[in-house]
T-cell receptor
């Protein structure tokens, strides 16, 4: 009965590879997010989707491509992985529009290590 | 940047003591939120305080907001070892996204 789930939990891969991280929420929320947390614990938003529509697209390399097949899923595909992509990636969701007044519910995170 | 800045960066106390963490931000906000992150886990929402509120309580948590000083504080009373975690403030700055600070790492020693 996990609210926001991510797979995989750990991802170790070589530079140059392409990988995907999946996220699903069963809360019925309309908005989903991807965040990146670096080694210094700084958490920065990457993307947000509202009902499958891209709302926020921060200054993220275009090697990162989010895809939302339906409002319960938001996947993150990363092409040509670089060392600097190593981080923990969190998915989150919230009610209603991409409004900052809404509480966000976070997944457990995916620790990506690029060798 | 609309980033909130928590202070101190790290705090170590004994069980039973109170823990106070501060957050300062730069632009006007609609609300400010506090989140907790246990080691290796996702963030968990603790409390949201709106710009027209000055104080809010939730169990052992007390949050204050001073919009004139652009600052907020999170007080955890009678701390427990289970409160050991990183605590983040997040502000909206009037935009459609939350901007998180770098967090305060709290260690509660048994």
């Amino acid at each position: 009965d996990t609210a926001v789930s991510q797979t995989p939990k750990y991802l170790v891969t070589q530079m140059g590879n392409d990988k995907s991280i999946k996220c699903e929420q069963n809360l019925g929320h309309d908005t989903m997010y991807w965040y990146k947390q670096d080694s210094k614990k700084f958490l920065k938003i990457m993307f947000s989707y509202n009902n499958k529509e891209l709302i926020i697209n921060e200054t993220v390399p275009n090697r990162f491509s989010p895809k939302s097949p339906d409002k319960a899923h938001l996947n993150l595909h990363i092409n040509s992985l670089e060392l600097g992509d190593s981080a923990v990636y969190f998915c989150a969701s919230s009610w209603g529009g991409a409004s900052s007044t809404d509480t966000q519910y976070f997944g457990p995170g995916t620790r990506l290590t690029v060798l | 940047s609309q980033q909130g800045e928590e202070d101190p960066q790290a705090l170590s106390i004994q069980e039973g003591e109170n823990a106070t963490m501060n957050c300062s931000y730069k632009t006007s906000i609609n609300n400010l939120q506090w989140y907790r992150q246990n080691s290796g886990r996702g963030l968990v929402h603790l409390i949201l305080i709106r710009s027209n509120e000055r104080e809010k309580h939730s169990g052992r948590l007390r949050v204050t907001l001073d919009t004139s000083k652009k600052s907020s504080s999170l007080l955890i009373t009678a701390s427990r070892a289970a409160d050991t975690a990183s605590y983040f403030c997040a502000t909206d700055g009037g935009s459609e996204k939350l901007v998180f600070g770098k967090g305060t790492k709290l260690t509660v020693n048994p």
